[in-house]
Structure formats: C-alpha cells, structure tokens
C-alpha cells in the first residue's frame, strides 16, 4: 500500500513540476526551463502504468506502446537539449542535430524485434537504455563544467548560476539509473521495492526545489546582443584569440578601467557584468574583455573580485568593524552570498576570511 501511494506521489509530482516548467510564470531561461519540461513528462510515464492501476484500476502494458516506448528513451536526449539552451543561449537547431536520433532509431528496431520475432532481445534493450542514458548524462556534465568557466567570462558573481543543482541532479540520476537497471535485470519484472522508490520521490523533489528558485543565468542584455552571446558560448579559454586592440589602446583603456574601478568602487554591486561595465567605459563588451585578459591576465570574475577581496581584506583588519560580522563585510565588499565570499576570499588569498581576521588581530 505505501508503495503504491509513493508511486502516485512520483507520478503526479512530476506532472506538477512537468506543467510549471514549461508554462514558466517567472519568464526565467525560457527555452532552457520548456524543454527540461518535456524532459520531467517524459520521466513521468515510466510511472504511467503504475498510476492507472492504483488510481483508476485501469490496467495496460505501457511497453506495448512502440510510440510510448520511443518517447520514453528519447528522455536523455530531452534532458542534454534543456542543458544545452541552459549553458549556450545562441543555441539553435540545426540539421546535423538529426544525429540525436540514430541511437533511438536503432532502439525502436531493437524493440520491434524483440515484439514481433522469436529472439530475446530484452537485455539488449535494457543495455541501451542504460548507455544511452550514461552517455547523455556524462555529456551534460561536461557542458556544464565548461559552463562554470565560460560565465566568469562576463559575470563577477556565479553561485546562483553556476548550475550546480543541475550537476547534482545528475550524479543522482547516472546513479539511480544504473541500480534500476542491475534491478531490472537481476529481479526481471519485480517491481522497484520500497526504498528505491523513496529515493526517487526525494530525488523529485530535489529537483523542484531547484528548479522552482533558479535565476536567470544570462543577462537580459546578453540574451538581446548576438556578438556577446557568441562570445560568451565559443569556449572556456580566456587567452586573446587575435588582437582586437594596439597596445597603446589597451593601456589607455586599462588605465581608464583602473580610474573607473577605484573611484566609482564598481565592484560593490554584486550584480555587476561585463555589459554593464563596459556601457560605463563606452566600449564594446569584446574589447573589455581583451583588455581584461590581455592587459591583467585574468578573466573578467578574478579581475572583479580582486578588488572585492581587497576591500574586504581592509574591513577585517578594521578593529572599528569588529561589529560586523562575516556576512556583513562579503555584503559591504559587493560579495552576494557567505560561501562565494568564503570560496573566492581563499582562491585569492589562500586563506579563509576567518583565518585572515585572526592573523590580522595578533599583528
């Protein structure tokens, strides 16, 4: 009975999160957040069978669906589309994306053949699924990674877009994927016993908490400028590609970027950007950028939290602060949260800011 109750609560939770996904009412990463939709419906008809018998005591054999069947494996391939409108938001489809399908083409012949001739193919069905899973899975991670480096190309604060949920979510996907399928072909047409549907109600669950606080990862203005977009998406190496600028053009520009920084102290705004800067300096978002990389050696996030770091370095071995505590100097140092103050304060520094404040005391 407890069973039948969790497998209801997966099913028409991930139908739930399914319809606000996709209907979006925060307008947040539109394309990104549709089609991680139709990844989430698609991951509820596996649960299909199970809700019609305990709801409605309607019983069907969902694997005699071949349409079902196809929808359902096509679910990585649903999933790796959301994460890649999430990490590039020029993406858009073009004819060579066909090669998406060889592999559930193939599976559909897999599975005819299993229904309609004499062979057992059933583990070779199950085998894969599971390898198509793991590899859009592992594919999608490596997107992401790639992701986390390229947004310190433009943003100065990434822990509300760094898509770490979605790495998690992931991790926690390749793994229960891989058990339920060892359990299918160990315990062959038993059903997931107890435990293993509570992992994945709490799995769900995960993701709609995640999902239903995300921000928007790319800056409105981003989304609007192409040439900055294209910037941003063509890869994670920071070292100047041509010259886009002389040298003298870079110095005077860093020798204004520098003036801009230390007067109008930017770098308070935890919101701050490449865009927005770059309006301020009256140049084009890829010349701030060579100059950023070429000029400091560093990408635009370490450049802005140089700064960050050093301001908050002056506040802690301010005794007149002493009043203050940890969080309320990473706010007064433009910093947007305790852990990306802690996390960059020690990538700089080598030191916590706690550490720091104690070694400042005993000077």
Known sequence: MVIKLIEVLIFASLLMLSFLLITNPQGINKKANRWFGVFILQWSSYWLEEYLMNIAGIQIDVDGFLILNLVQFLTPVAFFICILYFTEPAYRF????????????????????????????????????????????????I?????????????????????NWLEYIIIATIGITACISVFNIVFYELPLNLFMNITMLIVIYFIAYNALKQSEIFPQEVQEAKSEI????????????RQLLTDDQVKATMERLEELMADKELYLNSDLNLIKLSDLLEVTPHHLSF?????????????????????????????????????????????????????????????????????????
């Open 230 to 241: 294209q910037m941003i998406s063509e890869g994670a190496d920071d070292e100047p590609k």
């Open 143 to 163: 997107k992401i990674r790639r992701h986390k480096q390229n947004i310190q190309k433009y943003s100065s604060s990434i822990r509300e877009i760094n898509l």
């Open 94 to 141: 073009r004819a060579k994306d066909f090669k998406y399908l060889i592999v559930p083409f193939l599976y559909l012949l897999v599975v005819i053949a299993n229904r309609y001739t004499d062979r057992d193919l059933y583990s070779a069905q199950l085998l894969l699924v599971l390898v198509h899973a793991l590899f859009y899975s592992g594919y999608s991670l």
């Open 291 to 363: 100059v950023i990389n070429k000029g400091f050696n560093v990408n635009f996030f370490m450049y802005v939290n140089k700064f960050r770091v050093e301001k908050a370095k002056q506040m802690l071995a301010d005794n007149n602060n002493n009043n203050l505590s940890i969080l309320g100097i990473a706010f007064e140092s433009g910093f947007s949260s305790k852990t990306s103050f802690n996390t960059t304060f020690k990538r700089i520094t080598g030191q916590t800011p706690s550490e720091f404040k104690k070694g400042s005391s005993n000077l």
